[in-house]
């Protein structure tokens, strides 16, 4: 069965600190895809990012950066330099990779970031 | 503006009734996905269709239904509703199914959240 751990329920930091945000996995799968997703206090939803798993290459935008590693199952989020608009709940995804869609995709819980002024 | 738009934004009905979602992907995008983000269940995924076809079904119930029309739209459909199917409804939409490589991005609507009483 898969399954998507974010340990940090809630985080907070200064503003300009960075943090990084965790993100372990289990399946069973060899080919897979992993999600980032931003919540703001708002309520919608943002897509940040799809990592495919034979794609172990690391991904920065801007001030975020992705610490994709199949050895240790885990999809760590960094935010450098955080500001106050990266408050929000993120979480964390899994989906089995087959048959042009997302099939059994499962979600972490969610870690809920402060960033304090 | 994702430019994904869903109606209504919310809806409060009882226990048994039945109720339609609806979801205008953004222009020119063929993929649509339905998300459902309760208090006990968290954030799950419904099922995605892909120009009118269904491409993968996640955690959806038989009693909710869902179709993507020739204009892309799409609906999904809640019956026989129970208190536990209070929740925030959100659907995206993306450009192209699932691609192996490369990067796909979705774009949310902003939600609508149903009450059942």
């Known amino acids: 069965a898969q399954k998507v751990t974010q340990a940090q329920t809630e985080i907070s930091v200064v503003e300009k600190e960075d943090v990084t945000l965790d993100c372990v996995y289990e399946t069973r799968d060899t080919t897979y895809y992993l999600f980032w997703y931003k919540q703001p206090p708002s309520g919608e939803l943002v897509f940040l990012i799809r990592r495919n798993s034979f794609d172990e290459q690391n991904e920065i935008s801007g001030r975020y950066s992705w610490n994709f590693q199949k050895s240790t199952s885990s999809f760590n989020f960094t935010i450098t330099a955080s500001q106050v608009v990266d408050s929000a709940v993120y979480f964390c995804a899994l989906s089995e990779a087959r048959g042009g869609g997302y099939q059994k995709v499962t979600f972490g819980t969610g870690t809920k970031l402060q960033v304090i002024p | 503006d994702s430019g994904v738009t869903q109606t209504p934004k919310h809806l409060i009905t009882a226990t048994g009734q039945r109720v339609t979602l609806r979801c205008s992907p953004r222009?020119?995008?063929?993929?649509v996905y339905w998300y459902q983000q309760s208090l006990d269940q968290g954030l799950q995924f419904l099922i995605q269709y892909y120009n009118g076809e269904e491409r993968a079904k996640g955690n959806i119930l038989e009693r909710f239904s869902a179709q993507q029309f020739p204009d892309l739209h799409s609906e999904l459909n809640l019956s026989s509703l129970e208190l536990g199917d209070s929740a925030l409804y959100f659907c995206?939409?993306?450009?192209?199914?699932?691609?192996?490589?490369?990067?796909?991005?979705?774009?949310f609507g902003p939600g609508t959240r149903l009450l059942v009483l």
């Open positions: 995206a939409s993306s450009e192209y199914p699932l691609k192996s490589r490369g990067q796909e991005t979705q774009y």
């Open positions: 222009s020119g995008d063929l993929s």
